[in-house]
């Protein structure tokens, strides 16, 4: 879902035909509840439940608290653990992800343009609008890290959408300034060249988030099923 996400944003604004590959299969998991970490507690919010951990595998379920087995209070302590660990790093990696495909193409324009290209003044702006929808879908808050479920399971079709008028605006400037020809030339070298060489470690990215996600839903289902 965020390989698609990053490189959809990027190859479709590069892109005045169909210059990208074809999509691969998105990762068919998505969250379903959200999830707030600070130091007392994780939450675990549904449209109509929330499961509180604590740090010693207590549990409190809508305010009320769960008796339980210490079997299942080690299983959820691991579980707290787990998303304490495994979150924070899903952030740093995307931020990274994020700032190393836009320093690539950066250069490559850079290259094939010169650093006084317009379209780098499209590719910053879309860069800024793109990490502000990572930040909508996991951030830090009030000594919080909040996982947003609906705004990460929005984040490729948020993205495309983005990509696509910020695209469309490119365009219409080239056409403005009669570098169309110019440019559609470069951007159709850089997003071949871009796109073969971000895809193994897009690849990989795109798997550990699908792998997290599956594993997130399945402790969480399990434990519910545990303790409901």
Known sequence: ????????????????????????????????????????SVRLIEQNSELKIFPNGKMALNQ???????????????????????????????DQQLANIYQVFISAIDKRLGNDSRLIQYIDRLNTRLKAILDAAI???????????????AI???????????????????????NIFKNYSAIKTIAGEEWKAQKPALKIFNQQVCDLMADINTQYNLLRAEID
Not at 18 to 30: G, M, Q
Not at 76 to 84: C, E, I, M, N, S
Not at 156 to 161: F, P, S
């Open 64 to 94: 009320r608290n769960v008796t339980s087995d210490r079997v299942i209070q080690q299983k959820a302590a691991a579980f707290q653990t787990y998303l304490r660990k495994e979150l924070p790093a899903f952030l740093l990696l995307s």
């Open 156 to 178: 490729k079709h948020d993205g495309e959408d983005i990509a696509k008028r910020i695209f469309t605006t490119a365009t219409l400037d080239s056409l403005i300034h009669f």
């Open 1 to 40: 879902m965020i390989k698609q996400f990053i490189l959809c944003l990027f190859l479709t604004c590069f892109s005045v035909v169909s210059l990208a590959k074809p999509a691969e299969t998105t990762c068919p998991v998505a969250s379903n509840f959200d999830i707030i970490i600070d130091t007392q």
């Open 139 to 153: 951030y830090h808050q009030d000594e919080q890290l909040i996982f947003n479920h609906q705004k990460f399971n």
